[in-house]
């Protein structure tokens, strides 16, 4: 039997990476956030770093990951409950300073650079939308809807609305009618 054994992957200092480049994002800015800097403050090396993440986009993905996880929707046992319960975590998520020091350039790098984007979608956004799925897939198991044939076309309802008004302040505030809006979208759009 052969297989590879190493050294266990240190979580504390995964979580000691995602604290120094919430720290450089938050005090300075998202073109602040390096390699460097984050490992120095991590109390660790590049090497270290770089064995994580090749890039600043990766340090902010990995920092979304740890702070806010990839599956969002719970399983209430009603669909309107969960997708309300999806809608108060996208909001916070939305009015986070993290989301809001970092999202704007996190999508300029990953226009700039696709193999970014690609990260950023397999490492944090796909694993949400396949939490979205499976929360309407088990509403059809329960029979309050049909199977969704695209439940990524719900995920853009819950989430784009959101998502705009984040890159488009100016636009108005991620506000109550803005969230309900999203949810009877949602709901609507699962049952026709």
Do not use: C, W
């Not at 784009?160 to 506000?175: C, H, N, S």
Request: hydrophobic share 45%; proline share 5%; net charge neutral.
């Amino acid at each position: 039997m052969s297989g590879k054994t190493g050294r266990p992957r240190d979580t504390s200092l995964d979580a000691a990476i995602a604290a120094a480049t919430e720290s450089v994002l938050l005090a300075e800015g998202y073109a602040a956030v390096s390699i460097d800097r984050v490992a120095k403050i991590a109390g660790t090396t590049r090497a270290a770093v770089y064995r994580r993440v090749k890039s600043r986009a990766e340090l902010v993905v990995g920092l979304l990951i740890h702070r806010f996880g990839t599956s969002p929707a719970p399983d209430t046992g009603d669909l309107r409950q969960d997708i309300e319960h999806v809608q108060a975590v996208q909001r916070i998520f939305f009015a986070d300073a993290i989301v809001r020091a970092g999202l704007a350039g996190l999508l300029s790098d990953t226009y700039a650079d696709p193999t970014l984007g690609a990260a950023l979608y397999d490492r944090f956004l796909a694993p949400r939308r396949h939490s979205v799925a499976a929360m309407l897939a088990r509403a059809a198991d329960r029979g309050q809807i049909t199977p969704v044939d695209d439940p990524a076309r719900i995920s853009d309802i819950l989430t784009g609305p959101l998502l705009y008004r984040t890159l488009v302040p100016a636009i108005g505030q991620i506000d109550d009618a803005l969230v309900e809006a999203t949810v009877n979208a949602a709901l609507s759009a699962v049952s026709s």
